[in-house]
Nanobody, 116 residues
Framework: QVQLVESGGGLVQAGGSLRLSCAASGSIFNFNVVGWYRQAPGKQRAMVAVITIGVNINYADSVKGRFTISMDDADNTVYLQMNSLKPEDTAVYYC??????????WGQGTQVTVSS
């Protein structure tokens, strides 16, 4: 079972930046989809940015133009660069990966807190 480990969360002021990392224990090209989701207190988990490998990249409307997802196959890591952060971006951010026909894999989550 491949494991995903997130890092890079923390406390930042509004307007600041953070870069989240998601390290996979195996090759990320074993998956068809990799991405980031987030869950704010009292809300459901929601998609932030997803790469369908070799197909496309999708972003939530609320983060378009501010967040960028990327992947590095050399170190099996998926990144989420978050710029111009807003208090409403405060949430636990989860890395996700799925291979077609198999159950998706989640990381343990990393807290991002944006102060106003």
């Amino acid at each position: 079972q491949v494991q995903l480990v997130e890092s890079g969360g923390g406390l930042v002021q509004a307007g600041g930046s953070l870069r989240l990392s998601c390290a996979a224990s195996g090759s990320i090209f074993n998956f068809n989809v990799v991405g980031w989701y987030r869950q704010a207190p009292g809300k459901q988990r929601a998609m932030v940015a997803v790469i369908t490998i070799g197909v496309n990249i999708n972003y939530a409307d609320s983060v378009k133009g501010r967040f960028t997802i990327s992947m590095d196959d050399a170190d099996n890591t998926v990144y989420l660069q978050m710029n111009s952060l807003k208090p409403e971006d405060t949430a636990v951010y989860y890395c996700y990966a799925q291979r077609w026909g198999a159950k998706g894999v989640w990381g343990q989550g990393t807290q991002v807190t944006v102060s106003s």
